[in-house]
């Protein structure tokens, strides 16, 4: 019952395609391959990141490591790398509490393969096709019949 009233806020009220689900298994792979995202777009160079650091003092921690066709690639410096644990993870910032978040794929980025969560399309890609030929099963009647 809860999962289903979770599904329907977040895609009627929230207007999400995506849910949650699974744990983080604490790996830090996360904390390692960074895109930051401004306004509308993923930052592409350095000087845009240098006025951001002023903004706020988790840009301060973080560092170019390089970059893509998606954008900066950036690592966490609140990383431990023997442990992979935050070393600030009781006052770690609301980006990385809310991670991951559906804005990723929007992006570009992806989870990493081994990461615990999940993130499962609200609609099933099979529920998206039925509604598609239904909506426009009279196109497809007409497109088949030139197929013969
Ligand atoms: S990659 Fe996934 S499992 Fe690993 S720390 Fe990040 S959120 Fe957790
Ligand atoms: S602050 Fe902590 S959780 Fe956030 S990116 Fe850095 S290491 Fe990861």
């Known amino acids: 019952m ?3 009233f ?10 999400r395609k995506y849910y949650r689900t699974g744990k983080c298994k604490a790996c830090g792979k996360c904390c390692t391959q960074i895109y930051v995202k401004h306004y509308k777009h993923v930052l592409q160079d350095e000087k845009e990141f240098k006025k951001l650091q002023y903004l706020h003092s988790f840009y301060s921690n973080l560092k170019i490591i ?3 066709d998606i954008g900066l690639i950036f690592e966490c410096q609140n990383l431990d790398l023997d442990t992979h644990k935050c070393k600030i993870h009781k006052r770690r910032p609301a980006i990385c509490r809310r991670y991951p978040q559906e804005e990723l ?4 980025g992806a989870l990493s393969d081994d990461c615990g969560y999940k993130m499962e ?18 196109k497809l009647e007409i497109l088949n019949k030139f197929k013969k």
């Open 2 to 4: 809860w999962i289903k």
């Open 66 to 68: 390089g970059k893509d």
């Open 105 to 108: 794929f929007s992006m570009g």
């Open 121 to 138: 399309p609200i609609v099933p890609f099979k529920d998206v096709l039925k509604n598609y030929e239904k909506k426009h099963q009279n």
């Open 6 to 15: 979770k599904k329907w806020f977040l895609a009627n009220i929230l207007r």
